[in-house]
T-cell receptor, first 111, second 108 residues
């Protein structure tokens, strides 16, 4: 089945620790996105990539980093510089249309 | 600045009681208006894309409509399984802008 997978489903981070969230898609989509979702707020764009080896900052990129070495993969690293990382993180991809399809999400909690 | 606002924030209906969710938008050069359904703890599920004013799309008990300033998601004779958060988003020149969502609860 074609789709987007995210792992892990739950992730716990200690203070000062970097953690990496995985996102993989087998939809053959060129564009991939990372969003953050907090209670009562809309999805906010962290980073996006429209092609391999290229990515752009979204609205809230500070404290996050990404890479796009393969078309299928777009990992997100939450660095220690991100002061309030507890949130639900969503990865999405889109192909020839603007329609974005989402993965199941990763819930990150700071201990 | 592009903006999408959804109302109400929460809506509670009885099973079979039809209603509408509102999505107001100011998105420069709108390329599409999207509706998603999101269940608790899960990623959004794509429902509809609307491209031009006057366009309508239907899926089971849901119908989405679009004007130049708003979109509506009409729910006809809802069932408890329609309970979810419904997200609206406008595609501008650079990015997809999301509203805060409407949390819909259908009581049996």
């Amino acid at each position: 089945d074609g789709g987007i997978t995210q792992s892990p489903k739950y992730l716990f981070r200690k203070e000062g620790q970097n953690v990496t969230l995985s996102c993989e898609q087998n939809l053959n989509h060129d564009a991939m996105y990372w969003y953050r979702q907090d209670p009562g707020q809309g999805l906010r764009l962290i980073y996006y990539s429209q092609i391999v080896n290229d990515f752009q900052k979204g609205d809230i990129a500070e404290g996050y980093s990404v890479s796009r070495e393969k078309k299928e993969s777009f990992p997100l690293t939450v660095t220690s510089a991100q002061k309030n990382p507890t949130a639900f993180y969503l990865c999405a991809s889109s192909g020839s249309t603007d329609t974005q399809y989402f993965g199941p999400g990763t819930r990150l909690t700071v201990l | 600045e592009d903006q999408v606002t959804q109302s109400p924030e929460a809506l509670r209906l009885q099973e079979g009681e039809s209603s509408s969710l509102n999505c107001s938008y100011t998105v420069s050069g709108l390329r599409g208006l999207f509706w998603y359904r999101q269940d608790p703890g899960k990623g959004p599920e794509f429902l509809f894309t609307l491209y031009s004013a006057g366009e309508e799309k239907e899926k089971e008990r849901l119908k989405a409509t679009l004007t130049k300033k708003e979109s509506f998601l009409h729910i006809t004779a809802p069932k408890p399984e329609d309970s979810a958060t419904y997200l609206c988003a406008g595609q501008g020149a650079q990015k997809l802008v999301f509203g805060q969502g409407t949390r819909l609860t259908i009581n049996p």
